[in-house]
């Protein structure tokens, strides 16, 4: 069936939300892309007569297509290769979605993200729609056809999964230059202290190379083993600028609210270094170095000055 151009401006407008939701769900830029785009494909064959909002039923049919898409990723990540880590976004994405809020910030960190994958799917659904985009607890049970009262309880219970009872500290583009060319002068220098005074004591490092590149087993955890880590990481010998094609340039970048050490060859993002940072210090270090999931991040990318351009 053709979408008429009323249907297919209904729509559009309704694309940026639809892919801020999805991606807060999945985790995964090109999976929320897909689904927004399965979602499209359901409104195209739709009685559009017959729906009295379509922000509400466009926003249903989002969610149980991602409902099904995180019930099957669930069991992928088990055999994954390497530590399953979210995909990274440039700030100003519209991928991001609304970021008036703390919360609206926090949820699509990729610490927020990561963790959020300890929920359940309905635990994520619930958080996300009721503390990323302000859903009533009402409206989140017709879309899941749940009772008010078991929506209410999920969102506590998903909230007592995800609480760290940590206070972040938020960044603009220029604080997060800030933070990541002290981090570069500690990382660079080989001086393990310098970087471990930059951590929090119970720090932790954790990367995805999807089996592509070598990469640590399962995260680590304490501001010296972290430190050791991440000097050996930002060392860069023949072998690793063989693996990756060539010498990275280093930029700072803010990546899903957060400051982030992104590293570019010719043109392409090849890694990105994001650094939760709380009144503690650094307390999450995440390395994302799957190209699979560096697609949305290079076709993005607009290129500044380099903090670093050979080393």
Not at 65 to 90: G, H
Not at 144 to 154: G, H, R, S
Not at 238 to 247: H, L, N, P, T
Not at 269 to 278: D, I, P
Request: with cysteine; charged share 25%.
């Amino acid at each position: 069936m053709l979408v008429g151009t009323h249907e297919l401006e209904v729509f559009e407008k309704a694309r940026p939300r639809l892919e801020a939701i999805a991606y807060r769900l999945l985790g995964s830029a090109s999976d929320a892309e897909d689904a927004v785009q399965d979602t499209y494909l359901r409104w195209q064959s739709a009685g559009h007569a017959e729906i009295e909002t379509p922000e509400a039923w466009l926003t249903k049919v989002l969610t149980n297509l991602c409902l099904n898409r995180l019930t099957s990723a669930r069991a992928r990540r088990e055999t994954y290769v390497d530590q399953w880590l979210p995909e990274p976004v440039f700030a100003g994405d519209r991928m991001l979605g609304p970021s008036e809020t703390v919360e609206q910030r926090e949820s699509v960190s990729i610490a927020m993200l990561t963790l959020m994958e300890r929920l359940s799917a309905n635990e994520r659904i619930v958080y996300v729609l009721r503390e990323a985009f302000g859903y009533a607890h009402g409206e989140i049970a017709e879309i899941l056809d749940l009772t008010e009262a078991n929506c209410q309880q999920i969102y506590r219970r998903a909230k007592q999964h995800l609480a760290t009872g940590r206070t972040r500290v938020e960044v603009d583009a220029a604080g997060a230059r800030k933070i990541v060319e002290e981090f570069l002068a500690a990382a660079l220098s080989g001086n393990t202290d310098s970087l471990v005074r930059l951590l929090a004591d119970d720090a932790i490092s954790a990367g995805d190379a999807g089996g592509v590149f070598p990469s640590l087993p399962r995260p680590i955890s304490g501001a010296l083993r972290v430190a050791r880590f991440l000097r050996t990481l930002f060392t860069i010998d023949d072998a690793k600028r063989a693996m990756i094609g060539g010498s990275p340039a280093l930029f700072a970048e803010v990546v899903n609210g957060v400051p982030a050490v992104v590293l570019v060859v010719d043109g392409q993002v090849v890694v990105v270094v994001t650094f939760e940072v709380t009144t503690e210090g650094i307390t999450a270090v995440h390395t994302q170095a799957n190209p699979a999931k560096l697609d949305r991040a290079t076709r993005t990318w607009t290129s500044g000055e380099p903090l670093v351009e050979s080393w």
